[in-house]
């Protein structure tokens, strides 16, 4: 199993940004996925997550309204369109799978994926 996070990069205030998270060794659509973020030295937070049929979704107060999750399980792909973009977005993007998407977030992490950069600066 593995899942590979991409699409994070240097950015400025206001700007945009699509991170993907590709699974291999397990469908998406019998996955919930989750997004976290993690500044160093500090502890990863929970950004958003999708259950397995994309029926419902979490976000961190912090995103809602600027970022949007989606799955494509014919790609077995997670995306999460990040736009207004602040500087405290600046962290390690990670995806992971989980059990199911809860309106309190990701329930009982399984599968972690690498990180991508989002750096948020002027």
């Known amino acids: 199993v593995q899942l590979q996070a991409s699409g994070g990069g240097l950015v400025q205030p206001g700007g945009s940004l699509r991170l993907s998270c590709v699974a291999s060794g397990l469908t998406l659509d019998q996955w919930a996925i989750g997004w976290f973020r993690q500044i160093p030295k500090e502890g990863r937070e929970v950004v958003s997550c999708?259950?397995?049929?994309?029926?419902?979704?979490y976000y961190e107060d912090a995103v809602k309204g600027r970022f949007t999750i989606s799955g494509d399980n014919a790609k077995n792909t997670v995306y999460l369109q990040m736009s207004s973009l602040k500087p405290d977005d600046t962290a390690d993007y990670y995806c992971?799978?989980?059990?199911?998407?809860?309106?309190?977030?990701?329930?009982?992490?399984?599968?972690w994926g690498s990180g991508t950069q989002v750096t948020v600066s002027s």
């Open positions: 999708i259950s397995s049929r994309s029926d419902r979704r």
């Open positions: 992971a799978t989980a059990l199911d998407c809860t309106s309190d977030g990701p329930v009982s992490l399984h599968h």
